[in-house]
């Protein structure tokens, strides 16, 4: 049977993205950022995950407005990653598991998750920067991938007490996967963060740092939080962390913590990232 | 007609993109979206003005993007995500978007970045 053996989630900031591309890790400006994830690397060196389920949003690369799936699964063979504007590198596309993805998708649509099927799928920074930050050196992507793409930017967007719904059936559709395959689930976005308007700018440490924690020990009580109430503490854009709780619904109740990391500013956004595992954790000292 | 009001409509200097917005900013958005691809920069960049006419931007955004105002057009409709294709061909990063909507220099702006340790609120 496929099991997930952890979950992840991290910013996807383009800045990232752009600095690794052209090797700034250890400037110090990126050094206090990029140190956050080397126990991320040794922890999946560690797993050797087969597949990754990247729960993700597309920022206009594989969507535009004219048709917005609020949640959307691919089942491609690969997922390639091209020019959004944005002045980034195109990296490798990343191969799917057809077989993985018409699982998930038959699973959510019998759990009443009315998904979009996308035999094609082009994946954005929203998907690569996170790829780029876990294998930075990686010649081809280690793993194969299923992107799961939520609506984060046409209002209205599904509440966090829905993504967090979504996540658990995403687990229950791994779990229940006949083959053997070592599954790590990705929540991207966020933190605090605002890119438009007169409050562009806006950060929220002390609220970043509760939903930190309280996504580990509690993260029903953060689904009680309206977008409303999203768009006020963390920012227009900051309400990417609907993603977080997708990853979170997606592990055991008992998923615990392996490493959490957070950093002010990237760009003009608060970077944070956890690493929680479904069991007792396989390294000591990650 | 009557667009709904939503209970985010309280939370100061923020334009979150609803169906009122993506309607007025259709236009707008859709030749962002055009941007993906490198041979529309460049022809965007060889005549601003035809090429906003041919994705019928209205008076408003045509005047806001000869002018550079990212304020207004977020005002006007467009999408931040769609924006950041059209402020990229302008030479202008994330920062300098943010900075330039605040109303403050880069550089105030990346202070205030560096000091946000606690909430920045307004």
Redesign the interface.
């Known amino acids: 049977m496929a099991r997930i053996v952890g979950g992840i989630t991290t910013s996807h900031i383009p800045a990232i993205g752009a600095a690794i591309s052209k090797g700034l890790q250890n400037t110090a400006y990126w050094k206090p950022f990029f140190d956050g994830y080397a126990p991320v690397r040794r922890w999946l060196d560690a797993v050797e995950p087969d597949v990754a389920v990247v729960i993700y949003n597309d920022h206009g690369l594989s969507f535009f407005l004219d048709q917005i799936p609020t949640f959307a699964v691919g089942a491609a063979t690969q997922y390639p990653n091209e020019d959004s504007g944005w002045g980034l590198e195109t990296l490798p596309p990343v191969r799917g598991d057809l077989e993985l993805s018409w699982h998930i998708i038959e699973s959510l649509v019998a759990d009443e998750f009315d998904i979009t099927i996308c035999q094609e799928m082009k994946v954005d920074h929203g998907f690569i920067v996170p790829m780029m930050t876990m294998w930075p050196d990686a010649k081809e992507w280690p793993i194969t991938a299923v992107p799961v793409a939520v609506n984060t930017v046409q209002h209205p967007l599904p509440s966090a007490a829905r993504c967090y719904k979504l996540g658990k059936a995403i687990g229950r559709a791994i779990e229940s996967y006949p083959d053997d395959l070592s599954v790590v689930v990705f929540g991207t976005g966020g933190m605090s963060h605002q890119l438009q308007g007169e409050r562009a700018g806006f950060i929220n440490k002390p609220f970043d740092t509760m939903f930190m924690e309280t996504l580990v020990e509690n993260p029903e009580a953060l689904t009680r939080l309206s977008n409303a109430e999203l768009i006020r503490e963390v920012g227009s854009e900051g309400i990417e962390l609907i993603m977080w709780l997708a990853m979170r619904g997606a592990m055991t109740r008992g998923a615990t913590l392996v490493h959490s990391h957070y950093h002010i500013p990237v760009s003009s956004t608060a970077a944070g990232v956890l690493v929680l595992e479904n069991s007792a954790p396989a390294l000591a000292g990650v | 007609m009557t667009w709904d009001a939503?209970?985010?409509d309280a939370?100061?200097?923020?334009?979150?993109?609803?169906?009122r917005r993506?309607a007025m900013g259709?236009p707008l958005?859709?030749m962002?979206?055009s941007?993906?691809?490198?041979e529309n920069?460049e022809a965007f960049r060889q005549d601003e003005a035809v090429y906003c006419e041919k994705y019928g931007l209205s008076p408003a955004q045509r005047d806001a993007v000869h002018t550079r105002d990212i304020?207004r057009l977020?005002q006007l409709g467009g999408?931040?995500?769609?924006?950041?294709?059209l402020a990229?061909i302008f030479g202008l990063?994330?920062?300098d978007?943010?900075?330039q909507?605040?109303?403050i220099t880069v550089d105030e702006?990346k202070a205030?970045?560096?000091q946000?340790?606690?909430?920045?609120h307004?």
Request: hydrophobic share 35%; glycine share 14%; aromatic share 16%.
């Open positions: 939503h209970d985010y939370v100061p200097g923020t334009y979150v993109f609803n169906g993506a259709y958005n859709r962002c979206m941007f993906n691809h490198a920069r304020l977020v999408n931040i995500y769609y924006l950041a294709k990229g990063s994330v920062q978007v943010g900075a909507q605040r109303g702006f205030m970045l560096e946000s340790g606690e909430p920045i307004g």
